[in-house]
């Protein structure tokens, strides 16, 4: 207490939230959840990985392939993670203001020393904290696992990027955060909150990519096997569309990172194949390659978390 | 008359008498053992009793034995033998022997060898054959004329002295060494190559170099001469003499090799390296080395390049002027990839185009995007921090 009282108690709030998420049930079973799925699909991958190596002799990247082979039946980690972590943000953000309403606690802790401003940004980083920890943890977890199920370690590009698929994810899961930070703000009833944030998880999971096939097609209308530009115009229409999406954003980021032999994204001319041989990108190559979804995803969230303060700021509190 | 008369009839009396006599005479001359006609004897024969000999030589004589008589042991000596020679020796039948039993009537073939020492001086020597048995002894002499010994004597001769062909192969001449001397000679062979040039030889059917010969006098020992020559060594007409010298004698013979000339051309990078790096849209240099490998003169090397769509490729200078063989050239390529491009490898080839010959090599290049968006992205996550913090201190605590 002698030096957390200087930024208006940002640290006892962060601390605070930290140990009550990672105390808390909902976390815990939100990260069983992910945990639980996506070490069956590990498993399922290593299965798939064994075979593949038994008909095929070595494969390139085996460790990585851990995260993104599948059997066909069990989607692969990668997906359970992009389809499933917005729900742990949503969790831990959804009550974030509008509980301390309902709870009517939020005068009693602004009556201590203890900025307005500290209690919103605490609030996210507490988040954010645990998020990472528990990530970090899942992580290491499943990299152990993954290390007993087909005894190669990762080299050292492998580990980059695996560091890089980490991050990537504590920064898609901080962004659903800050949006259901943002709806609790919004809405007093944490019932409601959650609700939005489950749509526009729903939403941006499941119908984005629809919808943004839809708008494509209604803008620049392209027969299958016409005007070879209008189907590449509209490509990249529906693709700039969905990338409008974070979970487009997190999927190509991710897939990216983790499959080194992914060389763009989006469609490609024939042209720029040409001459090209068959090979994988370096880290730098690959960082630099999904860079603009990372930075889509670094910018949302921040939105999220800006318009989340402004509104929290703003608001009346009436004890 | 009476006289007469009664002669005859003493005659008459006396004819079967004799008749008789001659009878049991011949009863007992075919009865008898021949041993009785002595008159026939043993005879010893060759078909060549004279002949001539070279010193250090041996020679296997033939000899026949008839024995006309009875069946008999015959012991057979050589006498006579010449100062300092060594005492000939009689085979029969793969045996040294001293003695050959004869039937009756037959004769014996033996083989008498003789070693005529090599010092031998010219000039006419006898060895005599003995036999002897019981139907009484013969005497064979046979005559030896050694021959002037021949001086020592060595020639190198070969079939195809001169061959031709390129550079960078073995060239294999078959030679044959001949040592007319009377003695066995060892021969050392030395070749005489230009610089570089490696030779080498090698008896005959045999996998071994050698530096020295035995060979046996008045004989022949084949050689394989190998000559490897280099890469690189020019064209035109090389000759080799080679040469095989003991102690006494001397031999030599002029190989010829006549080089013709090659053209080759090799394009590879000065370290070797055949990768470059290149980012999308922008230009960078490779240094390309044109060689020629060859051993004749190149001109006119143009170079050009095949690259994705999109890219350019140039070269400074395009074209080389002339190559001497050896001789190597460096040219800067300058290659820009399409500003499209994909991250990733490539595959250009290079080629070279002269007058005579061309090569081409193809090199990876790996093309990294521009970081300019990187940069960008960076600058648009800093305006957001700002903006950030602008909220928070617009917002901020009040």
């Not at chain 2, 070693?115 to 000039?123: E, L, R, V």
């Not at chain 2, 005489?192 to 035995?214: N, S």
């Given at each position: ?159 980059v990027r695996l560091a890089a698929f980490l991050a990537v994810t504590v920064i898609y899961i901080s962004f659903w955060l800050a949006l259901s930070i943002l709806f609790s703000t919004v809405f007093r009833q944490a019932a409601t909150s959650a609700l939005a944030g489950i749509a526009a998880w729903l939403f941006f999971a499941i119908f984005a990519d629809l919808l943004a096939d839809l708008a494509a097609a209604a803008l620049v209308p392209a027969a299958a096997g016409g005007n070879p530009e209008a189907i590449f115009a509209q490509e990249q229409i529906r693709l700039w569309l969905s990338r409008l999406s974070p979970v487009t954003l997190y999927s190509e980021a991710v897939s990216t990172l983790l499959t080194p032999s992914i060389r763009a994204l989006g469609p490609v001319m024939v042209e720029q194949i040409l001459g090209a041989l068959q090979g994988v990108l370096p880290i730098g ?35 | ?398």
């Open positions: 207490m002698r030096k957390q009282t200087s930024p208006g108690g940002l640290a006892v709030i962060t601390r605070k939230e930290f140990a009550d998420h990672v105390s808390g049930w909902r976390m815990i079973i939100l990260m069983g959840l992910v945990a639980v799925t996506g070490v069956a699909s590990l498993y399922v991958a290593a299965q798939t990985i064994r075979s593949a190596v038994g008909e095929a002799g070595t494969i390139d990247f085996v460790f990585l392939r851990l995260f993104t082979a599948s059997d066909g039946k069990l989607p692969p980690f990668i997906s359970f993670v992009s389809f499933l972590g917005p729900l742990v943000g949503l969790a831990l953000g959804f009550d974030a203001v509008s509980g301390e309403h309902a709870r009517r606690t939020l005068s009693r802790v602004l009556a201590q020393p203890i900025h307005r401003d500290a209690l919103v940004n605490g609030k996210f980083l507490g988040g954010l904290a645990a998020v990472a920890a528990m990530l970090s943890a899942l992580w290491l977890a499943v990299g152990a696992l993954g290390l007993v199920l087909i005894g190669v370690p990762p080299t050292a590009d492998e580990f190559q690959s960082l630099l390659l999904v860079w603009p979804q990372v930075v889509g995803l670094i910018t949302g969230t921040a939105a999220c978390f800006a318009a989340s303060y402004i509104l929290f700021m703003r608001r009346e509190i009436r004890a | 008359m009476m006289r007469g008369n009664q002669e005859f009839k003493i005659t008459t009396a006396v004819f079967p008498l004799t008749i008789l006599i001659l009878t049991i005479l011949a009863l007992i001359m075919v009865m008898l053992p021949p041993a009785s006609i002595q008159a026939a004897g043993i005879d010893l024969s060759t078909e060549f009793p004279g002949i001539f000999v070279r010193p250090g030589e041996t020679v296997n004589l033939y000899l026949q034995v008839t024995n006309p008589g009875a069946s008999g042991i015959i012991a057979l000596d050589t006498d006579q033998v010449p100062e300092g020679w060594e005492q000939p020796v009689l085979r029969g039948g793969g045996f040294r022997i001293n003695q050959v039993y004869v039937k009756s009537g037959e004769n014996a073939r033996i083989t008498l060898d003789v070693k005529i020492p090599g010092n031998a001086s010219a000039g006419a020597y006898t060895v005599t054959v003995r036999a002897s048995g019981n139907a009484g002894a013969a005497e064979l002499p046979l005559t030896l004329r050694v021959s002037e010994p021949n001086q020592a004597g060595a020639a190198l001769t070969s079939q195809y002295p001169a061959l031709r062909g390129p550079a960078d192969a073995t060239y294999s001449f078959q030679v044959t060494l001949d040592n007319d001397g009377n003695a066995k000679e060892t021969f050392s062979l030395a070749a005489q190559a230009p610089q570089g040039w490696e030779v080498k030889f090698k008896p005959r059917y045999e996998d071994k170099h050698v530096v020295t010969i035995p060979v046996d006098p008045n004989s022949t020992q084949s050689l394989d001469v190998e000559v490897r020559v280099p890469r690189g060594a020019a064209a035109g007409s090389f000759k080799i003499p080679v040469r095989a010298a003991s102690g006494s004698a001397t031999a030599e013979i002029e190989l010829q090799i006549e080089l013709i000339g090659t053209y080759a051309l090799n394009v590879t990078t000065p370290s070797g390296l055949m990768s470059a790096q290149a980012t999308a849209g922008r230009e960078s240099s490779v240094t390309i080395s044109v060689a020629n490998t060859g051993s004749a003169p190149l001109t006119d090397v143009s170079l050009t390049a095949s690259a994705p769509p999109n890219w350019t490729v140039t070269f400074a200078p395009d074209k080389v002027d002339a190559l001497a063989p050896g001789e190597t050239k460096q040219v800067q390529a300058v290659l820009k990839p399409s500003s499209k491009a994909i991250a990733g490898d490539y595959v250009v080839s290079v080629w070279a185009q002269g007058r005579e010959t061309s090569d081409d090599a193809e090199f990876r290049v790996a093309v990294r995007t521009s970081t300019l968006w990187g940069f960008i992205g960076v600058g648009l996550v800093l305006l957001v921090i700002a903006g950030v913090s602008r909220v928070f201190k617009v917002y901020g605590r009040r």
